[in-house]
């Protein structure tokens, strides 16, 4: 199937990273048709990183229907976006992560919109990247590596050039985060490595060490243009069936297609494979944020494959759309 190509996500990257991105209007109004809507207000967003791109895309698809709607986003991780939320600072928190019971009785109410996961990464420069490639890494491999630290060598997971393992892990408060260790049914806090700040920032980091291992979401390790894993930092496979090697039915890394198809079957695992979505504090009752959470799961999920996502299944849409009548 054909599909799409839209904006490179370095611009998304740097727009994420710069702060917050206000969308007034991104089209040419034809003057001579007369808006025939007057849903206005002002929807603030702020959270995940992994929700960022899309997130933008979807106001912008949103604001050609409803003009007079504005909005700013920023992408600052999921504690950000849930913690800002739940204290009123925005109308939406991006969540990339399971909500906690505490920020439930604070009055956190998900909808879930789009899914996608987190992917172990590793810098292509590595002298073990063909072996690492096709033999794969274990699950108890990544947690010695990630949690107990008793992996310190990348010839401990197959490779055949003595070289240390150096660990990048976010320094947010983030849902790559706590997915990535809940993998190993740990927190956040449980993983080793050097801190650092954010989707890009993690990516970067891996990308300029040659011995650096990390985890990203897949929007910043692919190219939504070529669909192609982006240079210097690539997916590192998992062997989920822990035979050794990476089998056909698990070598789906090469595209950003390829992977997606594989987290709707199934064959990546869940976790890091995880639900994303829009957080309120309380049921949502401004107009102009129903009027956008019930976009999103119409019209809205037609740009989620282009862009790398998942689509919700027709009855898990039905479930979400339940939440905002």
Do not use: C
């Amino acid at each position: 199937m054909k599909r799409k190509f839209f904006r490179q996500q370095i611009i998304l990257s740097a727009l994420a990273i710069a702060g917050t991105i206000t969308i007034l209007s991104s089209f040419k109004k034809d003057e001579n048709k007369p808006v025939a809507d007057d849903l206005k207000g002002t929807i603030n967003i702020s959270g995940a990183f992994a929700l960022y791109p899309i997130t933008v895309k979807w106001a912008q698809e949103f604001k050609k229907i409803h003009p007079n709607v504005v909005f700013n986003i920023s992408a600052g991780g999921a504690g950000k976006g849930v913690t800002d939320a739940l204290s009123g600072l925005v109308d939406i928190g991006l969540a990339s992560r399971d909500i906690n019971p505490a920020e439930v009785k604070k009055g956190a109410y998900t909808i879930y919109v789009t899914k996608d996961a987190v992917v172990p990464t590793f810098n292509t420069g590595n002298p073990n990247a063909a072996a690492l490639e096709s033999k794969g890494v274990k699950r108890d491999q990544f947690l010695n590596v990630f949690v107990t630290g008793t992996i310190k060598n990348w010839n401990q997971l197959g490779g055949k050039v003595s070289v240390p393992i150096h660990i990048y892990t976010r320094s947010d408060a983030a849902g790559a985060a706590e997915t990535w260790a809940k993998y190993f049914n740990k927190k956040q806090e449980d993983l080793l490595g050097v801190g650092v700040y954010g989707d890009p920032g993690l990516a970067q980091a891996v990308k300029k060490d040659v011995t650096g291992i990390g985890y990203n979401n897949l929007a910043y390790l692919y190219d939504l243009k070529t669909r192609k894993q982006v240079a210097g930092v690539h997916a590192l496979p998992i062997d989920v069936n822990g035979n050794g090697k990476i089998d056909a039915d698990e070598n789906f890394y090469d595209t950003i297609d390829h992977l997606t198809d594989a987290i709707a079957s199934g064959k990546y695992p869940s976790p890091p494979a995880r639900n994303l979505g829009f957080l309120f504090k309380g049921k949502p009752q401004k107009p102009e944020l129903v009027e956008f959470v019930k976009f999103v799961l119409t019209e809205g999920q037609k740009y989620v494959d282009e862009n790398g996502y998942i689509v919700l299944s027709k009855q898990k849409i039905a479930e979400e759309l339940k939440k905002v009548n």
